[in-house]
C-alpha cells in the first residue's frame, strides 16, 4: 500500500530516521517514505567498530536523560530495558600538567564562584571571581557573545582555558572562544537578560539541585540498537550509496536528483544532512536559507578505540578532559571500562578524542593518530599514580573519522537558524544538529518538528495546524 503521499528524507543518521518515524506514525502505511543515505550504513554519527572482538560505539556513545526525547524514544521503540547508566565515577581534568577533579557545581565548566575551580584557576582568577558581583556587568537584552569572551572576561582566562574548554570541546568540538552563549546556554542568556547582576549570579541562578541521578544513559548494545529499531518502526528501507546531489521543484512537488539514477519525485522533503549538503541542496529552493547555512561552520574530529589487557589498570575515573594548553594530541579520554557497567568485563576499552574548529586531525595518519592516543592514555596513568600500559599490553586500535563532524554554534547561531527556517518553501524542511542543540536528544526533538512541518504541509488539518519550524 503505497497510494498515500511520498516523503523523502535525505540522511538516514538518527535525525533522519527519527524523521521517517514521526511521519510514518503521522500518515500510516500508505505513505512511501524513501529514505536516501549517502553514505553505506544507517546511523550516521551513530556507529560502532569492533576492537577485541567488542563492538564500541565509535561516534556518540550517551544521551543525556534529564532531557526526554531519548528516553521516550527508547520507550517507544521498546529498548529501556536496555538502558545502561554510568557506574559513578568521576570524570577529571588534566590541567596544569596534573589530573583534578571535573569542577563542580558548574553550568558547562562554568562555576558561580570561585570555590568550585580552586583547585584548577589561577589565584590572581580566583581573587576575581569573589569581587565579580563588584563589577557592573554591560549586558543589553537580546546580546549574544562567545562563551571564551564572556567568561574571560568576568572570571579569567583560566577559568576558560580549564574549566569551560575542556567541557565545551567535549560537547561541540570547539573552544569556549568559539561557541556562543545564547545558542549553547540559553539559559544562562535569559539570566542575563532578565537582568542578573552578575555573571556569578546567573549561573548560580540556573545550577540544578545537587543531585545523585545519573545525568547520562547508554544502550547496552550500542547506539546500533536504536538505529536498527528506528529503521524497523519507520517501515523504510533506506537506499544507501544513495547520494542526494540536487533539488528542484516542479510545481508542487520536488525533484531530487539521487547519484547516478533518474531523479526522485515526491510531495515533501525533509533534509537531515550537515549544514554545507543543506546549504547546497536548498541554493535553487531557498536561496536565502542556503546562504544562512552556508555560513555554518563544521568541526572535523577523530576517535581512536582501543582494547588494552585486561589486567591493565585504568585510573579510577569514568574519562579525562584536557584543558587547553596541556601537553597532550587528545581533547579528552573516555575509560569506557570504567564509565560503563556492560563495558567493565573483557578487554579494557578506552575512546581517545581528537579534533576541535581549528585544531584539525586530518593531517594526522591514522598511525600517528593511535601512537598519540596510547601515549596520552600513558601520561594520564601516570599521573593518576599508576603505570603507562606496555606496548604489548595494547591488544588493538581503530581510528574513527568524522570529517564533517560537528557544527559551529558562534554567536548568532539561533538568529541565522531563525532566518534559514523562515525562508523555507513549504514542504521543505530540515532537521539535524545545525539546528537546535547537537546532543541526540536535540536532534530527536528537531526531527519530530521538522516531521511535523511536512506532514502539515500534507494534511488538510496539518495546514490548519500551521507547521513552523523552531523548536
Ligand atoms: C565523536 C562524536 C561524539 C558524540 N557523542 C555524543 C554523545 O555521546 N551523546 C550525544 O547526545 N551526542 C553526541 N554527539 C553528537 C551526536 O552524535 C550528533 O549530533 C547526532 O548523531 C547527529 O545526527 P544527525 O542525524 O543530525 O546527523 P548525522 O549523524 O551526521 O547524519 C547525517 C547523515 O546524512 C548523510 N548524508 C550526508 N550528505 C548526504 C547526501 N547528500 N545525500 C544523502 N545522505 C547524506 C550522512 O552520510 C549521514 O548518515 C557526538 C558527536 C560526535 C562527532
Not at 540536487?246 to 547519484?259: C, E, I, K, N, P
Amino acid at each position: 500500500m503505497t497510494d498515500g503521499p511520498r516523503v523523502a528524507v535525505v540522511g538516514a543518521g538518527v535525525s533522519g530516521l527519527t524523521a521517517a518515524l514521526a511521519v510514518r506514525d503521522a500518515l500510516g502505511p500508505t505513505a512511501r517514505i524513501d529514505v536516501l543515505e549517502g553514505s553505506s550504513r544507517p546511523g550516521g554519527l551513530l556507529t560502532a567498530r569492533t576492537v577485541a572482538g567488542v563492538s564500541v560505539d565509535a561516534g556518540a556513545e550517551s544521551f543525556i536523560v534529564r532531557r526526554p526525547e531519548a528516553v521516550a524514544l527508547i520507550d517507544r521503540l521498546g529498548l529501556s530495558e536496555h538502558v545502561v547508566t554510568p557506574t559513578g565515577r568521576r570524570p577529571a581534568v588534566l590541567a596544569r600538567g596534573a589530573l583534578h577533579p571535573l569542577p563542580r557545581p558548574t553550568v558547562m565548566g562554568i562555576p558561580a564562584g570561585p570555590d568550585a575551580v580552586a583547585d584548577v584557576a589561577d589565584a590572581a582568577d580566583l581573587a576575581s571571581m569573589a569581587a565579580e558581583s563588584d563589577r557592573p556587568l554591560p549586558w543589553t537584552p537580546g546580546d549574544d557573545v562567545a562563551i571564551g569572551a564572556l567568561v574571560g572576561g568576568r572570571f579569567g582566562r583560566s577559568v576558560v582555558d580549564r574549566s569551560v574548554d575542556p567541557m565545551l570541546s567535549g560537547v561541540y568540538s570547539a573552544r569556549a572562544d568559539d561557541i556562543g552563549l545564547r545558542a549553547a546556554l540559553p539559559q544562562i542568556a535569559a539570566r542575563l537578560d532578565a537582568g542578573a547582576p552578575s555573571l556569578g549570579a546567573a549561573i548560580a541562578a540556573v545550577l540544578p539541585p545537587p543531585s545523585d541521578a545519573p545525568i547520562f544513559g547508554a544502550l547496552d548494545g550500542g547506539y546500533r540498537t536504536l538505529v536498527d529499531a528506528l529503521v524497523d518502526a519507520a517501515g523504510v528501507e533506506p537506499r544507501y550509496d544513495a547520494p542526494v546531489t540536487a533539488l528542484h521543484r516542479d510545481r508542487d512537488r520536488w525533484v531530487m536528483t539521487v547519484g547516478g539514477e533518474p531523479d526522485l519525485v515526491c510531495d515533501a522533503v525533509v533534509l537531515a544532512v550537515p549544514a554545507p549538503t543543506a546549504a547546497r541542496l536548498l541554493e535553487p529552493v531557498a536561496a536565502q536559507s542556503m546562504s544562512e547555512l552556508a555560513q555554518v561552520q563544521v568541526a572535523g574530529s577523530a576517535l581512536v578505540v582501543l582494547a588494552l589487557d585486561e589486567t591493565v589498570t585504568l585510573p579510577d575515573h569514568s574519562g579525562v578532559l584536557v584543558a587547553t594548553g596541556e601537553a597532550t594530541t587528545a581533547k579528552a579520554i573516555t575509560l569506557s571500562s570504567q564509565k560503563w557497567p556492560h563495558l567493565g568485563a573483557g578487554p579494557r576499552l578506552v575512546r581517545v578524542s581528537f579534533g576541535r574548529l581549528g585544531d584539525p586531525v586530518d593531517a594526522i595518519t591514522d598511525g600517528d593518530l593511535i601512537s598519540a592516543a596510547v601515549d596520552d592514555l600513558g601520561l594520564v596513568c601516570t599521573l593518576a599514580g599508576g603505570r603507562a600500559p606496555r606496548t604489548d599490553e595494547v591488544l588493538d586500535g581503530v581510528v574513527q573519522r568524522w570529517p564533517v563532524g560537528l557544527p559551529r554554534y558562534g554567536p548568532g547561531h539561533l538568529g541565522l537558524v531563525a532566518r534559514a527556517d523562515a525562508a523555507l518553501p513549504d514542504g521543505v524542511a530540515t532537521c539535524g544538529a545545525t539546528y537546535a542543540g547537537v546532543g541526540v536528544p536535540a536532534c530527536i526533538a528537531r526531527a519530530t518538528v521538522a516531521a511535523a512541518r511536512v506532514v502539515a504541509h500534507l494534511t488538510a488539518d496539518g495546514r490548519d495546524a500551521g507547521g513552523t519550524m523552531g523548536t
